[in-house]
């Protein structure tokens, strides 16, 4: 009965072992991005480079203002007036909590008179954390 147990211990830690090694790529001792991850992993990238706003303030604040919109919304419509601009771009940045960093100072513009661009108002769309 001993010998059973330990051999099943033995087989258990093995199977740990084998798991742990599998999730990682051989010799870089990283975890292995499945396409299901990557998203995640390029998103996260690109925000720890990058700030979540751009260079206009919103009025009402006097600083640019996070929008929190759902956890799994991954792109964004900007539309501009005039000439056809209008864009889809992705939405890689998360709500980290009391001022989102990278809003604290700055020289940002107001709004113009007559706005071109949905960009142009101030409010820029962040991912919610739950």
């Known amino acids: 009965m001993v010998r059973f147990i330990a051999s099943s ?18 010799g870089w001792g990283r975890t292995i991005l499945t396409p299901r991850m990557y998203g995640e992993h390029y998103a996260d990238h690109f925000a720890q480079r990058s700030a979540w706003h751009g260079n206009y303030y919103y009025l009402r604040t006097g600083q640019p203002t996070a929008l929190v919109v759902p956890p799994n919304v991954v792109m964004q419509s900007n539309y501009s007036w005039g000439v056809s601009q209008n864009t889809m771009t992705p939405v890689y940045h998360q709500f980290k909590g009391l001022p989102p960093s990278g809003a604290g100072g700055g020289l940002f513009r107001a709004t113009p008179v007559w706005p071109s661009h949905t960009d142009q108002f101030g409010i820029y769309p962040v991912r919610a954390p739950w």
Do not use: D, E, Y
């Open 9 to 26: 211990f033995a087989i258990l830690m093995l199977a740990c072992l084998a798991s742990s090694v599998s999730a990682q790529a051989p």
